[in-house]
């Protein structure tokens, strides 16, 4: 079992910035897992924003936060973490990260929130115009 914890997020207004980070714990092969940062507006379905391999190398990321997400790993104190700039109302969502086995110690991105196994507790960011 792998646990995620969270920080980070909350009210910041359009146009700013934020910065998350998500440590787990449970699992001594956290390393090799794939991590990803996924959001829920509501109303709205669970949708991928931004995704990372397991050694940091390989990143994507959805059209709607390009050029302005960056996600990012320290495998040695098993943090991965998301900073996105130039927000605006639309990003306003729950961010969760989460985890998964399914791309382990490959070069291969989960872009599908049913591909991860982990999840961590999610949290609500609102961006104010």
């Known amino acids: 079992q792998v646990q995620l914890v969270e920080s980070g997020g909350g009210l910041v207004q359009a146009g700013g910035s934020l910065r998350r980070s998500c440590h787990a714990s449970?699992?001594?092969?956290?390393?090799?897992?794939?991590k990803g940062w996924l959001r829920q507006a509501t109303g709205k379905a669970r949708e991928f924003a931004a995704g990372?391999?397991?050694?940091?190398?390989?990143?994507y990321y959805a059209e709607s936060v390009k050029g302005r997400c960056t996600v990012s790993r320290d495998n040695v104190v098993n943090t991965v973490y998301l900073t996105m700039d130039s927000l605006k109302p639309e990003d306003t969502a729950i961010y969760y990260c989460?985890?998964?086995?399914?791309?382990?110690?490959?070069?291969?991105?989960?872009?599908?929130?049913?591909?991860?196994?982990?999840w961590g507790q999610g949290t609500q960011v609102t961006v104010s115009s």
């Open positions: 989460a985890a998964t086995t399914r791309t382990m110690f490959t070069g291969t991105i989960s872009y599908s929130s049913a591909q991860y196994d982990y």
């Open positions: 990372i391999n397991w050694t940091g190398g390989r990143t």
């Open positions: 449970g699992r001594t092969t956290f390393a090799g897992l794939g």
